[in-house]
DNA sequence: CACCGTATGTCAGACTACTGACATGAGTCA
DNA sequence: TGACTCATGTCAGTAGTCTGACATACGGTG
């Protein structure tokens, strides 16, 4: 089986590029008009969440690189949603802030994308949802397993 | 539940982005050596499930738009691993075929792309992959029904 | 037949994210 | 103290994908 040719049709690996595709799809759908992209909006929420994540921390956060990262902290500095310390107090690690400007935004972002993430599950029992949190964490342990090596 | 703040460690949504970044990475990580990228395998994984597949059913298959394969197609031809027609023999359409080459390439990368596959399900009983099968059908299913309101 | 909606292939420009590279600061250890 | 390792922020260049636009071809319907 596992040695076969892979089946696209029963492919996990395919399955999952179309469901993340799927959700892509469907959250830039919602967030075009709002003016924001996906990474955009996983920046704010991550802050909102734990304010003072740096740089780094925040490209991890999104699964970013720290250079793209980088450059849409600047974008949304200069849009005013976000602040940065000019300078390091320790290190060179810059905290980030929310601004009351960045949060009203993020607020409409969350909306919306919450309520993509509602239709997703609508069909899913409470049983199946907590399974497949189950076998995503699974997944990921697994495929970085090897990284290591 | 579903009204309140997203949290990140329970989000499915989230959970799902992580999962496919970490796929993504695994599967860049091993056909970088071979001088592919994952659309690039995609492409030719379907032509040798499919032969004859157009450029607009490829991008189907490989959930991009058919602006972004044409321009692969464009390389992979000439590369030698594809063939195209130089003009339709019925509408527009330019049925894709695999090369002798393209079909050596894509053996390397299929191997490589079943092992990270199989480390990812590694520790995933049967039933489990069954069940991940069904939930993100349901999901897909879910996320494209809002698509045609 | 003419018309309209849909699908296709393709070109061009813009954007996003990536890799590569560098300098700087913190922590560890001999 | 000095050397080494690691993480961070940032700049620059590159690659992949996207949106916008256009011409063309098919299919049905008036």
């Known amino acids: 089986m596992s040695q076969g040719v892979i ?3 029963t492919s996990l690996g395919y399955l999952l590029k179309e469901t993340s ?3 892509r799809t469907a ?6 008009p709002l003016g924001m992209t996906m990474t955009h909006y ?3 929420e991550l ?3 734990r304010p003072g994540l740096s740089n780094s921390e925040l490209a991890r956060g999104a699964f970013v690189t720290r250079q793209s990262m980088n450059v849409l902290l600047q974008t949304l500095e200069r849009e005013g949603d976000v602040t940065r310390p000019a300078e390091a107090r320790v290190g060179k690690v810059l905290p980030t802030q929310l601004t009351p ?3 009203r935004r993020l607020e409409e972002a969350s909306a919306a994308v919450r309520s993509v993430e509602v239709r997703m ?3 899913l029992a409470p049983e199946e949802q907590t399974a497949a949190r189950s076998i995503l964490r ?7 397993a090897h990284e290591e090596a």
Chains 1, 2 share one sequence.
């Open 121 to 123: 599950l609508r069909d």
């Open 47 to 49: 802050l909102a969440q």
């Open 42 to 44: 996983s920046c704010l």
């Open 138 to 144: 699974s997944m990921i342990a697994n495929l970085r």
């Open 101 to 103: 400007a960045g949060r």
């Open 21 to 23: 595709s799927a959700l």
């Open 27 to 32: 959250m830039e759908a919602v967030l075009r």
């Open 7 to 9: 089946e696209l049709e």
